[in-house]
């Protein structure tokens, strides 16, 4: 174990305050699969944040928030337009293919953003019996290149989307990042600018587990979600410990409090980084991750100490993430090492 890690955000803990909610979970005795009125409380509360004709289902996983996502809306002989570097593309273990049986359509971009020039002329070639049938667009906010889609950029992918007949989604993993990096709401980012299907990632950001999937106006789809839900095997029987820490989440304002510190802390690492000549941040941190290009040599020398991920290899370029509890410290001891080896 390495006692201070820039590998991912899914290494912190959890915040105490959602311990906190999770052991008073813990007593007594509750109905299970979310069968009670508390359960159903919390949806509405995680819903509202979306805007009017927002409905929430809760499960375990960010996989299988998108998958769900898709599963509801997709059929088997359609397509699914993504980034070359999208997690339900890289990270999923072919997670979406399995379940809806549908082909997801991997776009290369420059950084990590789909816009309607980029998806535009993969529509034109589907158009006959012989091909997929075009149906969602999905994008990563923020993407797994540390970017974020700005809400005129969301907004007019919603309004490509529509015009084409497709539905807009959202992997929200780090959503609330990008909602603090904006300075605004979640509905601004979401059903303001037309988006259709969202996840709202709280892993990441200091809880345990679970994650909350959003059907905005797709109350069809939603109410498809709860069977395919049970059949993905995201149901937890035991619920309450998802949605006590999910109202904890939002009621004490954690998830804006822990994505304000990780994002500070990778400006912070950043700024730091930059200073260093022989060190090439290649770009600037819009959310909470940094991305460098490091002298080959002292890489697996800091990993001995750090834990982190060389991003592209060719490159020499690593990816360093921080957390809701990364502190100052934490950077300060990781950019003098760096300073040292060089």
């Not at 953003?113 to 006959?128: E, F, V, Y």
């Not at 304002?253 to 290649?282: C, D, F, H, Y």
């Amino acid at each position: 174990m390495h006692s201070i890690s820039f590998g991912s955000d899914n290494h912190s803990g959890a915040h105490p305050l959602i311990l906190k909610a999770v052991e008073e979970a813990n007593n007594g005795y509750w109905h299970g699969y979310g069968e009670e009125e508390y359960t159903a409380r919390v949806q509405d509360k995680v819903a509202a944040l979306f805007g009017k004709g927002a409905k929430c289902l809760f499960l375990m996983t960010g996989t299988g928030a998108n998958v769900l996502a898709l599963q509801s809306v997709i059929k088997s002989y359609e397509a699914i337009f993504c980034a070359e570097t999208a997690h339900i593309n890289m990270h999923e273990a072919g997670a979406v293919q399995k379940f809806t049986q549908g082909r997801l359509i991997v776009i290369p971009t420059p950084d990590g953003k789909l816009t309607p020039g980029l998806i535009a002329p993969h529509i034109s070639l589907m158009a006959d019996q012989h091909m997929s049938q075009p149906r969602v667009i999905s994008i990563s906010q923020g993407t797994e290149y540390g970017t974020i889609y700005s809400l005129q950029e969301i907004k007019v992918l919603a309004e490509f989307a529509h015009a084409n007949r497709l539905l807009l989604h959202i992997d929200g993993a780090r959503l609330a990042n990008a909602v603090v990096s904006l300075d605004c709401s979640f509905e601004e980012m979401t059903s303001a600018c037309g988006v259709d299907l969202v996840s709202l990632g709280a892993t990441k950001n200091g809880c345990l587990f679970g994650e909350a999937l959003i059907f905005i106006n797709q109350d069809s789809a939603a109410a498809d979600a709860v069977y395919y839900r049970k059949q993905s095997t995201q149901l937890i029987s035991k619920m309450r410990y998802v949605t006590a820490q999910m109202e904890t989440y939002i009621d004490e304002g954690i998830w804006k409090q822990n994505a304000k510190n990780a994002n500070a802390m990778a400006r912070l690492l950043a700024e730091k980084l930059s200073e260093i000549p022989a060190v090439t941040v290649t770009q600037t941190p819009q959310i909470n991750a940094v991305f460098a290009i490091l002298p080959a040599g002292i890489i697996p020398i800091l990993q001995e100490k750090y834990h982190f991920y060389l991003w592209n290899e060719h490159r020499n370029e690593v990816r360093l993430m921080c957390s809701w509890n990364t502190r100052t410290e934490f950077v300060d001891a990781l950019v003098e090492d760096i300073g040292k080896l060089v």
